[in-house]
């Protein structure tokens, strides 16, 4: 099965769960992996991917170099950075390589530590209508030489990415990222 057609096939499948949120890592080896969150929400697509850039608003600052999420920043176009900027310093952590409004947005990016490790990775944001809901899938995939041993990063990438998943859910069906007090 071609590299297309398993992404291709991995993002109908979560598209067709159209329940409750769904989370896994569907392949992992020394030289890639490939995580899927999926979550159908109560929300138009137009809505849903107006807040995507709002990076700020939903992403965690405990998983920024600078401590503070205010200072991340999402252009949804071709060739928008996906960027940090603090007092002393600033880093692109991607770049946006595709933008179809209201239906995906995908950018080239090795988050966080996979940097360092020079290799490659893709992450795409695809909404599906469903009715009045939107069937939200985060997909990422990270590539690179064998002796990346990037399997044994994949748990830590889809703990962080869950839970930038989880919040920007919550944020879309609550207007807060952060899940309620106990």
């Keep these: ?17 159209s329940a409750a949120a769904h989370a896994e890592i569907n392949a992992a080896a020394s030289d890639g992996f490939l995580i899927v969150h999926s979550a159908r929400i109560d929300a138009a697509p137009a809505r849903i991917y107006a807040l995507l850039p709002a990076i700020g608003r939903w992403w965690s600052s405990s998983h920024t170099y600078s401590g503070d999420a205010a200072n991340l920043t999402l252009d949804p176009e071709a060739g928008g950075c996906f960027c940090e900027r603090w007092k002393d310093g600033s880093i692109a952590h991607g770049r946006v390589i595709l933008a179809l409004r209201d ?3 995908r950018i080239d990016t090795a988050l ?3 940097q360092s490790k020079a290799v490659t990775g893709v992450l795409s944001f695809q909404l599906v209508p469903d009715g009045k809901a939107t069937v939200l899938t985060l997909a990422y995939r ?8 990037l399997d044994k990063d994949a748990s830590a ?3 962080v990415l869950g839970e930038q998943f989880a919040r920007f859910v919550r944020l879309v069906e609550t207007g807060k990222p952060d899940p309620p007090a106990p």
């Design 1 to 17: 099965m071609t590299y297309l057609l398993r992404i291709a096939l991995c993002l109908l499948l979560a598209a067709a769960a």
């Design 142 to 149: 990270a590539n690179g030489a064998s002796a990346s041993a």
């Design 157 to 159: 990438v889809d703990r």
């Design 103 to 105: 239906q995906l947005l």
């Design 112 to 114: 966080g530590p996979l």
